[in-house]
């Protein structure tokens, strides 16, 4: 079975500035995909950016990059330039494909002006 | 734009009740999803579906179930609700079953169960 962990339920970050959201995971499929989701308040929940296990480069998307430690079973979320519309609800997710998606307990993000 | 639409996003029932959420999306997604969003608990699969007709139960089944008549719609059923069952829920969809493929999620419903 697959799992997700997110050690930070709370986090905060000024505006401008760079935060790091944790997120480990345990699976034991050698082929798997990792994901963010994003979920502002009051508001559905999207895909921030997704990184395929077998690929070794970093996922970017503008503000928003991974650091990928395969061997440590870690998917951390750096957003760099923090703004006000990035507070929200974080939720790393992993698949391996034959099953559906599993997501950790989520981590919410507070910026402070 | 997929848009993935649920049918209210604030219902008050009462125990024992019988309760319909409706999912439905406009893109000819073949996957189809039910989650359950708690506060300290994250995400919880209901039940899901590859097809019309077809679904497999997730992680939390119990006191649900759910129907699939038409490629685009996708309920919820709670055949007696209870006040466990006070929580917010979340559908999804995606394309197909490959891994990769987005999720693309509903307002969510807001149910309170009295």
């Known amino acids: 079975a697959q799992t997700v962990t997110q050690s930070q339920p709370e986090m905060s970050v000024q505006e401008a500035e760079t935060v790091t959201l944790s997120c480990t995971y345990d699976t034991s499929e050698s082929d798997y995909y990792l994901f963010w989701y994003k979920q502002p308040p009051s508001r559905q929940m999207i895909l921030v950016i997704r990184?395929?296990?077998?690929?070794?480069q970093n996922a970017t998307e503008n503000r928003f990059s991974v650091n990928f430690q395969k061997a440590a079973k870690s998917f951390s979320l750096k957003i760099s330039d923090s703004q006000l519309g990035d507070a929200a609800m974080y939720f790393c997710a992993t698949t391996s494909g034959n099953t559906p998606l599993v997501f950790g307990k989520g981590t919410r993000l507070s910026v402070i002006a | 734009d997929v848009k993935v639409t649920q049918s209210s996003r604030y219902l008050v029932k009462r125990t024992g009740e019988k309760v319909f959420l409706e999912c439905v999306q406009d893109?000819?997604?073949?996957?189809m999803f039910w989650y359950r969003q708690d506060p300290g608990l994250g995400l919880r699969l209901i039940y899901f579906?590859?097809?019309?007709?077809?679904?497999e139960k997730g992680d939390i089944p119990e006191g649900y179930s759910v129907s699939r008549e038409k490629k685009e719609r996708f309920s919820l059923i709670l055949e007696s609700a209870s006040t466990n069952q006070t929580s917010m829920y979340l559908c999804?969809?995606?394309?197909?079953?490959?891994?990769?493929?987005?999720?693309?999620f509903g307002p969510g419903t807001r149910l309170l169960v009295l």
């Open positions: 999804a969809s995606s394309l197909s079953s490959l891994a990769l493929e987005t999720q693309y």
């Open positions: 893109m000819d997604h073949e996957n």
């Open positions: 990184q395929e296990a077998y690929k070794q």
């Open positions: 579906s590859y097809d019309v007709k077809m679904k």
